[in-house]
């Protein structure tokens, strides 16, 4: 794969080469500040490389493919790690006054930041099942020292809770990858080929059955810990609320994307098989009690971060609930609310950010009257939290529309918990919002003389924040149609 | 006995060693004896690992023999005995559930894989199948370690014994790519790293390494 | 006419060899532990000494502490002659089954322990419960070894169990090898060796069988004495016949093979009794809370015996 002039031209080349490359350049940066505008520049770069795929869509090799389902992907975990990025310089520029994050720390930050973003991006890029299966691992590796970075006893409790479940995951998932391959192997040969989504695909009707459904159980376990599907979140709400902000957005918006999409993978390959286990009734149930569990625990969280993360596992639950249900619109509906979310999600959590430094706390008790004291950032983050609770005209309302209708249309039984669900989760985020948002505006020690960012920085902080929200409102009017038609030929093939 | 019948023998006999000191990680009280049998284990997967290569014809798996013998049965007992000696940790285990109760969950456990992996891989080989009902129960049996053992250090030595059992898995599947079983034993190796930084980083906020200590936070109670 | 012979030779074989088999094991550990030790026929003296003197009982002792050494001593000679030594054609190998075997083993102690209740003192009632304690365990991971293995060769005949392992039937079976490994737990735990109870042991509260014969001596010492050298032979034996079975003379073997299948049986008993002897040196006596771990863990061992035969036989 390494040869030399064509794949110069092969953007897949630098959408990975760029990150990893960064992150060895970055871990020896001395000066944070030089390596935080680094990390925007090469963020930037992977950014504009991965929009170079919509022109050239290289040619499916056995290591690494680009298809109409991992395209949109790689394009919008650029996009929001250029973002991420962005808001991260700001963000540090502030932690480090505040004295919380010595240099040292740093440099590791922003080295992990980039190799982070080459282990997702190698894995939604994957062909190889194994490979993709070294690169979530890898994922889960290169942020748990991130979140355990503050030292804090909660952000050890957190990084530790977070690294055993995710690699006890991890371990049921590679479990599943090689019953896959022992699936694979008699009708496929040995070796790399077998291992080969492109190629797995074409075959996968005459794999044995039982021995796939044995698999998928144990690859939705293992991928579905990652995810946060319930019961197994544990992990998700302390490891997404104790890391630094830009983490938490990155952790929420693209993590929990990268590993829902190496279960679709293998649904895929469930769905070419009639014979397998049915995979819906599945993904449905787990689905259905993440809903539930996180709209309920919404109301009782009394830090802010920790909201929002309940707030993931349950759209994370609306995701696989949707893909579960099967059928066009569902998976359509399914893969719209990936993007939304991560676009909205990240979104929220740059908010939270700069709350969270303006105001010097985290609790959401202490936090009041934003649109009073802050206009630009309230508004922001009201808007936000409209978005992220499903309220029209946002991308969200769109996608949660259509689970509902289509689950209408086939089970309707099944649609009363879900629309419960979603009626619960409202409440409670418009609930806290409201108590965050208006009212008589709290003290906000963080912005006293002196500890007040400059304009630049503080609309360096602002501008993905915007951005973001911008987006998801345009996608929520109209969506372009090579979009449309990359989520309707996934649909179809995820059955 | 053909060459074929004593190669099932064999493989069959070095898979169950690999299960049997899963059983007697379960067995142990003192920390260096928990060390002692996973460096055991190791190195019979490395054993399990070269056998299959002979018989598979398959020279890499040579590779991932030595990689188990030397990674996982010398380095990682090694520092895992330099942290012990390091954090100065108490050297017995504490135990979440009385070793008998916990041995008899682990015979139930090994029976269910039996009973889940036979009758669903009716078409492959003796040895594959064999191979995949032992690798399960030895990563049923390590995931049983973490969750009745309350010592960090032992909790990791339960994961490093589940991982012990994929690559058991690994090595039984015919032609698996290398690249796939360089990875995991690299991933290992990373995790194993991260593990030592932690327990540091534990035992500086929490003065001790047992994980009853930590739950105390448990996401917030207000 | 030969198995009656065999069979008569045999009976005697089993409880007059057992003395030496135990002098053998006694010497090994004093030399390496550094002393010069007893004389291999020491036991025999012994024996004989405490036959020729007086058998004094305590006052409070019923007809049962009078009859149980009779009894035990019966009882493991009569199992000990159930398990073929040198050869498989003996005058009582039809009536032979393992599960009788343990069966009157069982009886032994059964009546071993009452004996050591009986008489009212307190090391009595210590070394009967902590006897049983022991069996508890230790009996049904004895009858899982035995069921494997009579699934395996199907049958519970000792002598068609040898049958069919001297046919070369069974490979490197894993099954067997766990057998194996917790027979030899078994083992250990029902003779009273150490980890389990050390036989020398002249402090009461460590002790486990010696506590229960503790009121006896003259005959009586001495009959106890012989069974649990008989018992020791006899596992011995057991684990000697079953999985290292080669050199036995089968049915219809001439006078050579007959006397080749008898030095193989000693030649492999003594190394058994010298691999004894540097065990009991090697390793340390466990606490008495141990020993359900430590069985449990033979009575597991046996269990996934029996769960792997099935593993092997789904091929």
Request: proline residues 5%; glycine residues 8%.
């Amino acid at each position: 794969m390494v040869q030399l002039p064509p794949d110069l031209l092969n953007p897949l080349m630098w959408i990975l080469a760029l990150p990893l490359s960064g992150a060895a350049f970055l871990a020896v940066v001395p000066r944070w500040r030089q390596a935080a505008w680094l990390n925007v520049l090469i963020s930037l770069g992977t950014f504009l490389a991965s929009l170079a795929l919509f022109s050239h869509r290289p040619e499916p090799g056995n290591l690494l493919f680009i298809d109409d389902f991992n395209i949109y992907l790689v394009v919008l975990t650029a996009f929001v790690g250029f973002t991420t990025a962005m808001f991260s310089a700001a963000y540090i520029n502030r932690e480090s006054k505040s004295k919380r994050l010595s240099p040292k720390h740093l440099r590791f930050y922003h080295a992990m930041y980039q190799a982070f973003l080459f282990t997702m991006l190698l894995a939604l890029t994957a062909n190889n099942i194994g490979v993709m299966w070294v690169a979530v691992e890898a994922a889960t590796l290169t942020t748990v020292l991130m979140v355990s970075l503050y030292r804090t006893r909660e952000a050890i409790e957190a990084a530790w809770k977070y690294f055993i479940l995710c690699s006890v995951g991890i371990g049921l998932a590679l479990f599943g990858t090689i019953l896959v391959y022992l699936a694979a192997q008699p009708v496929m040969g040995d070796g790399a080929p077998a291992m080969a989504w492109t190629l797995m695909i074409k075959r996968a009707s005459l794999f044995q059955p039982e021995l796939m459904s044995l698999a998928f159980a144990f690859l939705l376990v293992g991928y579905g810990t990652k995810v946060g599907l319930a019961p197994l979140h544990a992990w998700l709400p302390d490891a997404h609320a104790e890391g630094p902000t830009p983490i938490s957005a990155v952790l929420s918006g693209l993590l929990l994307n990268v590993a829902l999409y190496a279960i679709l993978r293998f649904k895929m390959l469930m769905a070419v098989n009639p014979q397998a286990l049915q995979p819906g009734p599945l993904m449905i149930g787990m689905g259905c009690s993440s809903i539930f569990i996180a709209a309920f625990m919404l109301y009782r969280r009394g830090d802010i971060k920790r909201l929002f993360a309940y707030s993931s596992v349950e759209h994370m639950g609306i995701m696989t609930f949707a893909f579960g249900m099967g059928g066009p619109l569902a998976n359509f509906a399914g893969l719209l609310h990936m993007t939304m979310h991560s676009l909205v999600k990240s979104a929220i959590f740059f908010a939270v950010g700069l709350i969270t430094q303006a105001t010097g706390t985290k609790r959401i008790a202490d936090i009041r009257g934003l649109t009073a004291s802050q206009p630009l950032l309230g508004w922001c983050f009201v808007v936000g939290v409209l978005a992220i609770a499903g309220l029209p005209p946002m991308g969200i309302f769109m996608s949660e529309f259509l689970v509902v209708s289509s689950t209408f249309e086939r089970n309707p039984l099944l649609a009363v918990p879900v629309m419960l669900g979603l009626l619960v989760t409202f409440g409670a985020l418009i609930l806290r919002m409201t108590g965050m948002a208006f009212g008589e505006p709290s003290p906000l020690p963080g912005l006293d003389i002196g500890k007040r960012p400059s304009a630049f920085t503080y609309s360096v902080g602002m501008l993905p924040m915007g951005a973001h929200l911008l987006l998801a409102l345009a996608a929520g009017i109209y969506l372009p149609e090579p979009l449309v038609v990359w989520f309707q030929s996934v649909a179809k093939m995820l059955g | 006995m053909s060459l074929g019948h004593f190669a099932y023998s064999t493989a069959h006999l070095i898979g169950a060693t690999v299960l049997m000191m899963g059983f007697g990680l379960l067995y142990q009280r003192r920390m260096t004896a928990v060390i002692n049998t996973y460096s055991f284990q190791a190195m019979a997967l490395a054993a399990a690992a070269a056998w299959q290569a002979y018989v598979q014809n398959a020279p890499h798996l040579y590779a991932t023999a030595a990689i188990a013998l030397v990674f996982k049965g010398m380095l990682v007992p090694f520092a895992l005995n330099w942290l012990v000696k390091q954090l100065g940790i108490h050297r017995t285990v504490e135990t979440a559930l009385g070793i008998g109760p916990t041995m008899i969950v682990g015979v139930g456990l090994v029976a269910l894989s039996i009973v889940l992996v036979l009758p669903v891989t009716e078409s492959a080989t003796a040895m594959t199948r064999e191979n995949l009902a032992l690798a399960m129960s030895v990563v049923l049996l390590g995931l049983l370690m973490m969750i009745t053992r309350r010592n960090a250090v032992t909790q990791v030595v339960g994961f490093m014994a589940l991982e012990n059992g994929l690559i058991l898995a690994a090595v039984g599947a015919k032609g698996m790519p290398l690249v796939v079983e360089i990875s995991i034993a690299f991933s290992v190796l990373v995790a194993m790293t991260l593990f030592g930084i932690f327990f540091f980083r534990i035992r500086e906020r929490f003065d001790t390494l047992d994980l009853a200590y930590l739950e105390t936070f448990r996401g917030e109670r207000q | 006419m030969t198995a009656l012979l065999w069979g008569i030779i045999h009976t005697w074989l089993v409880v007059g060899f057992a003395p030496f088999i135990t002098g053998l094991v006694r010497l090994v550990k004093a030399r390496l532990q550094g002393r010069r030790g007893p004389a291999l026929v020491q036991p025999y003296r012994d024996l004989w000494r405490l036959l020729q003197k007086e058998s004094l009982m305590a006052e409070s002792a019923s007809w049962l502490a009078h009859l149980a050494p009779y009894l035990v001593f019966v009882a493991v000679w009569l199992a000990a002659t159930i398990m073929p030594t040198f050869t498989t054609d003996m005058i009582l190998t039809p009536a032979a089954d393992l599960i009788a075997l343990v069966a009157l083993l069982g009886l032994a102690r059964f009546f071993t322990a009452l004996a050591g209740l009986d008489v009212g003192t307190p090391f009595g009632g210590l070394g009967a419960s902590r006897e049983m304690f022991i069996a508890s365990l230790g009996e049904p991971a004895m009858l899982m070894v035995i069921f494997t293995l009579s699934l395996l060769a199907h049958t519970t005949s000792p002598a068609n169990l040898v049958i069919f392992v001297l046919a070369g039937n069974v490979g490197l079976e894993v099954s067997v090898g766990l057998s194996l490994a917790a027979m030899l737990m078994v083992a250990i735990a029902e003779n009273g060796r150490i980890p389990i109870d050390n036989p020398a042991t002249h402090l009461e509260l460590t002790m486990v069988h010696e506590a229960m014969v503790l009121e006896y001596s003259g005959r009586h010492l001495a009959l106890m004495e012989a069974a649990a050298m008989t018992r020791l032979l006899l596992f011995m034996s057991i684990i000697v016949c079953v999985f290292f079975p080669w050199g036995i003379a089968a049915a219809e073997a001439s006078l050579a093979e007959v006397a080749l299948g008898l030095l193989a049986w000693v030649v492999k008993v003594s190394i058994l009794a010298v691999v004894l002897a540097v065990f009991e040196t090697l390793i340390a006596k466990m606490r008495v809370f141990r020993i359900a771990d430590f069985l449990g863990g033979a009575l597991l061992l046996a269990l996934l015996a029996t769960i792997f035969l099935y593993v092997s036989k789904a091929e």
